[in-house]
């Protein structure tokens, strides 16, 4: 999820009732339902870093009790008080635990059971800047400084705003429920048809931002990928997508792939991707040599990937160049 589903999401528990538990809740959940995110820091080594270093050890549960203890640390540094360093570490372990659930809910995923299994779990039923969490967030956020506007032109007691935040916090787990029997349904939709004349070896689809009904659905035979605009209210055509062809691998072809497949790059982008597609071109200038390039076809197709690693390999093996790209031109 981004940044601020997940501070408000800190501050959504605070204000539910855990802010009665220790005096500085709030900047403390807030802290801790982002505290993860601390993997940004990878960044500075470069993007191929970052992709794998991004949602890796901080984000497994193992990491949960050590990462509690960061924001509890930060806010005693700023506070005015001495608090119950015990409640203030129990209510950051609820902050920090929301958030790699939060963004098992997406296409992105997590690694769960690092450092024991690397193995990306994901759920598929969010967007990775959910439209429909946010607003319920932002809704429980906002509603205590639009009560208190109004109870002082009217002369009532302001609102504290916990109703809004349980009703926040009570909203999420209903909204996957929801997203997941869409998403079944979909993945039923897709999987129960012919595509060419072949049976899908694997389907998947990735919720839209806005029309839960809306789908982005893929599915991949033996010799190709079909992309589709799935609208689960409607009738669903196996012919209307968007065929996107496996190439076949020569020689030349085979051996550039291999030795890209050898670089840092590419090895932190194959295990994260779980629907590369591959693309070859030959090119003369200023040498021959073979660009490969593999996408993840969760996150965008041609002509617009989003998740791309390329390599220039020259005729004897060598890489000339190798890197991650987000969002490439």
Known sequence: MDPLTHTLTGLALSRAGLNRRSAYATPILMLAASAPDIDILAWLAGPAAYLHYHRHLTHAFVAIPFLALLPVLVVRLFARKPFDWKWAYLVSLVGVATHPLLDWMNAYGVRFWLPFSGEWLRGDLASLGDIWILTALSLAA?????AK?????????????????IFALCFLPLFGGARYVLHQRALAVLDARLYGGRAPLRVAAFPTPFNPFYWRGLVETGPFYALFDLNLVGEFDPAAGQTLYKPELGPAEAAAADAARRTPAFQAFLDFSKYPLWRFTAQEEPQPAIRVEVMDLRFGAPPHPRFVATALVLPNGQVEQSKFQYQPR
């Open 142 to 146: 906002l509603a205590p400084a639009l």
């Open 149 to 165: 506007l109004v109870s002082s032109e009217i002369g009532a007691r302001p609102s504290s705003g916990r109703g809004w935040a």
